[in-house]
């Protein structure tokens, strides 16, 4: 029978399979997660409490005081933890504070079963006081009101804990003494992840500051020997780590950089790199503040992160393992609506934007940018117009919304940031979101939606992270908690309309939060290229852009008229003269699942051009739930050969859709070697061309099946796998 480890190496080196796991051995949790459910055991003799989904296992000693003494990846049947630190650190008016974790163990390198009963309680940490287990409760409400996979579930089943701490008796001059801290845990069902956070409630009669806090002090097993890396380490462990305090870029790598980060561990002694700086102590918490003042009965909670180990070094693995995290954790956006880009806010074109896309089977109008309509106004006129928009939209079966700029502006009056001397803005001008002017700005943002129908909201320059030394903002003190009110004000106005059901556009990785859908990956000024250019650049992107993205998670671009240049060999009017090119673009996105910005006055200019338009978006909607579920990479597009990807869902009857673009002008004939084990089948497929009847194919010992393929010259190819 093949041990745990060996089947998870067999899931990630497809090509080295040489047969399925015995008999008895668990499923592959990314094929089918049903069996591994979420459970709390605590100890008989309550001395230890463990999370465990058979997928990793977190265990806490509670006595003497609490701590994690193992945290198990138990696909690989790794340990992940090497050491013991505390559960969380505050930082209260000015002095540190450790909340649980223990002390004396003599080499940081690994933990020795026997070390851990002659652990010691540190006497100036938080103690522990007691523990709580539940069940996981919705951190935001999700209204919801439009299509999305047919697996989202909301909240996401699995178990909660809750430790708490008391300060120490002992606080000099009693500062901690009346302070509760709460350490919060999540474990899901089927998904190797978990999520913590903190909540700091403030027992004593008089005001108490928290300075800083980090909600997650790991020492993990370092990946890499860089033994002689004379500078900061490059190879942090092979964990995948998010937070929903995101901002300043499409890709949580980018957005997450001031939330958490890999550190030294200055208690790992026998570490090999000279200088003692391997990037293995996971530390939560932000880079600046919160600095945020608690009253007398008040409560802090802090931002929420999530862990999620990897169980292999396979690229398309690893990025399937954090496309189902946001399926379970953020499943709104799963949420992928065809939508049309409107560069007209008049009456008449407006009118008509709606009644081609009733007529075509798009399903939602955006007042985009450039087109005049201005949601900040607060003419009556203004909110008058948008009622009779949405009103004659709703009576079409379309949502309609529109476009607003937050940030990458100037607004003067002293409502700027004021940037920390030497440090500019990251668009190079922004307004601060808690200055009057950002006050009134939300304000008008809240009562536009209340009222006027639209429900959908494309928030441009969303607040990237930019801090502000102003004294005199009404939202913030200073620059100490000046990052932390303006995330507050812009995390809870995207939660306000994820349970009101506004669907979100941001450029910014703000999933977590409750948007909806960022940038796949472009470039702007590639759609002033010509039209043939513009096809490849499409799939490129979104090959490039879906390793950690859902199709449904970032948007691409389709210029129906000219955009930033380029002229007429850039755009696809009239429509009618660019039919052929104007269906590669469609389909180039619609078949790989994806929702690109039509840009433009019209979706169609003839009939003709109206029925392309509406058969390729009746195949999308035919075969929606696979075309919408994970991809498998196949052949990056570069102009010279056949490209394709794989789509694949386990759990619905259509398991895979596999399509294939040609880019030349000449028909091309090739037989596709094409893997099909993540769509869970495992002897035989029927494979189905264009719709044609199915035919039986065998499987490999490697999962894989050979596709002929005879593609047009400049066309799409498709097959159904059931």
Known sequence: MLKTSKRALICAVLAAVAGEAGAGQPPDWLIDPSSFKARVEIARDRGQVELNNGLIRRVIRLSPNAATVALDNLVTGESLARGVKPEAIVEIDGKRFEVGGLKGQPNYAFLRPEWIQRLRADPAAFRLTGFELGKIQERMSWKQTRHHSPDAKWPPPGVALRLDFTGPDNAKGGDAIGVRVSVHYELYDGLPCYSKWITVSNATDKTVRLDRFSSESLAVVERASEVDELSEGRTPPNIHVETDMSFGGMMASGANRRSFRWLPDPDFHSQVNYEKKTPCLLDIGPDLGPAQDLPAGGVFESFRAWVLPFDSTDRERGGLAVRRMYRVIAPWATENPIMMHLVSSKGEAVTNAINQCAAVGFEMLILSFGSGFDMESEKPATLEKAKSFSAYARSKGIEIGSYSLLASRSVGGGNDVVMPPGEKPVFGNSPCLQSRWGTNYFRRLYAFHRESGFTLLEHDGSYPGDPCASESHPGHHGLADSRWAQWSEIDGFYRWCRAQGVYLNVPDHYFLSGST??????????????????????????????????????????????????????????????????????????????????????????????????????????????????????????????????????????????????????????????????????????????????????????????????????????????
């Not at 992107?541 to 129906?560: A, E, R």
């Open 517 to 722: 859908k960022t940038g796949m990956g472009y470039r702007e000024v590639n759609w002033s290229l010509p039209r043939e250019q513009q096809v490849i650049h499409t799939r490129q992107n979104i090959y490039d852009g879906t390793w950690q993205k859902l199709p449904s998670m970032g948007w691409m671009f389709v210029p129906l008229t000219e955009y930033q240049g380029g002229g007429g060999a850039a755009t696809i009017e009239p429509l009618d003269q660019h039919l052929d090119h104007y269906a590669r673009m469609i389909e180039s996105n619609l078949g790989l699942g994806v929702q690109a910005c039509y840009r433009g006055p019209r979706l169609y200019d003839t009939d003709r051009a109206r029925s392309m338009v509406k058969a390729k978006v009746d195949w999308f909607k035919a075969h929606r739930d696979i075309l919408e579920s994970d991809l498998v990479h196949g052949r990056r597009a570069d102009a010279r050969d056949l490209d394709w990807m794989l789509h694949v869902n386990p759990s619905l009857k259509e398991k895979g859709l596999l399509v294939v673009f040609n880019p030349l002008d000449q028909p091309v004939t090739k037989t596709l070697r094409v893997n099909l084990y993540y769509t869970g089948l495992r002897e035989s497929a029927r494979v189905r061309h264009q719709g044609q009847a199915p035919k039986r194919v065998g499987l490999n010992r490697d999962y894989s099946i050979d596709v002929p393929v005879q593609a047009a010259g400049q066309s799409m190819d498709w097959f159904v796998i059931e």
